[in-house]
């Protein structure tokens, strides 16, 4: 079983509906990411967060570290919102080490217009 | 300020030839991540630096992947010889002193082996 599981795995959406992006994780994290990957483009950090809710235009994400639970929401999406989504938790380091990334398979969400 | 810079993004090999993909991290990036992402999947790790030091190469196919940060700055990784399945997508990430916290991917250097 992953580490760090997302649902859905694919998603299509209407422009203007609102979306929401759900990712679990049954590792111990002490923050966690969300990352954007537009088709052929490079993964762009959204948002990185340990607690609470973040907002950058129309993208909200938000965590609860207890329940082991983070999602991504979409207010009035746009088919440019059309991308895999992934979030990555960060694991503490152990004495000595550095901290680690475990990914999700990611979410592709397509907006059509 | 530039990004992360791989190079090549693209390359087309035959199996059995090698491969080497070069990347520049962030300035002051103590962190390089090479990580390898198959289609439809999430980017799967293949090696940590902190700075010149492999701290994590556990999942680094060890018989044909070498990987190498000379000077704690830029980062080559290898494939020899290459196979099928490693077609993929070869990423390049590297985070600040803090941590995973500030944490930026290049472009990613797509591989297919025919």
């Known amino acids: 079983k992953n580490e760090v599981e997302q649902s859905p795995q694919n998603l299509t959406a209407q422009e203007g509906e609102f979306i929401t992006i759900n990712c679990s994780y049954s590792?111990?994290?002490?923050?966690l990411h969300w990352l954007q990957q537009h088709p052929g483009g490079g993964i762009v950090s959204l948002f990185m967060?340990?607690?609470g809710k973040k907002k950058h235009g129309r993208l909200i994400a938000t965590i609860n570290i207890q329940e082991k639970h983070s999602s991504l929401h979409i207010t009035a999406s746009h088919p440019r919102d059309s991308a895999v989504y992934i979030c990555?938790?960060?694991?503490?380091?152990?004495?000595?080490?550095?901290?680690?990334?475990?990914f999700g398979k990611g979410m592709k969400l397509t907006v059509n217009p | 300020e530039a990004g992360v810079v791989q190079s090549p993004r693209y390359k087309i090999i035959e199996k059995k030839q090698p491969v080497a993909f070069w990347c520049n991290p962030i300035?002051?990036?103590?962190?390089l991540y090479w990580y390898r992402q198959n289609l439809g999947q999430g980017p799967e790790l293949l090696i940590r630096?902190?700075?010149?030091?492999?701290?994590?190469d556990s999942q680094l196919p060890k018989d044909r992947f070498s990987a190498e940060r000379l000077k704690g700055v830029d980062s080559t990784l290898k494939i020899q010889p290459a196979e099928l399945g490693d077609s993929a997508v070869y990423l390049c990430?590297?985070?600040?002193?803090?941590?995973?916290?500030?944490?930026?991917f290049g472009a990613g250097s797509r591989l297919t082996v025919l």
């Open positions: 967060l340990s607690s």
């Open positions: 990555a938790g960060i694991i503490d380091a152990l004495q000595g080490g550095s901290e680690k990334l475990v």
């Open positions: 300035s002051g990036h103590n962190t």
């Open positions: 630096y902190e700075n010149e030091e492999a701290v994590d």
């Open positions: 590792v111990g994290i002490s923050a």
């Open positions: 990430a590297s985070s600040s002193s803090e941590g995973a916290n500030v944490l930026t």
